[in-house]
């Protein structure tokens, strides 16, 4: 997997001043990273109900199993 190196980024910046214009860059910037912010939070919600499901299956998964043993004796 290749990496980025500064030089990559400082590519990228430069271009993306020449692109934008050194005006509204900031501005970019801050709504740049307001997305990722924001996909941030998106994907650490997710994450956290799925952790949730796998806690709750576990919960269930305890009586069937007790009542597997029960059956059995």
Not at 11 to 27: E, H, R, T
Not at 29 to 50: A, D, F, M, P
């Amino acid at each position: 997997m290749p990496t980025i190196g500064w030089f990559e980024i400082l590519l990228v910046v430069a271009v993306a001043i020449i692109v934008i214009g050194p005006k509204d860059f900031p501005f970019m910037l801050k709504k740049v990273g307001s997305w990722i912010g924001t996909t941030k939070r998106y994907i650490s919600n997710i994450q956290s109900e799925v952790a949730d499901l796998d806690i709750g299956s576990n919960e269930i998964e305890k009586p069937v199993e007790e009542k597997k043993d029960n059956d059995k004796v």
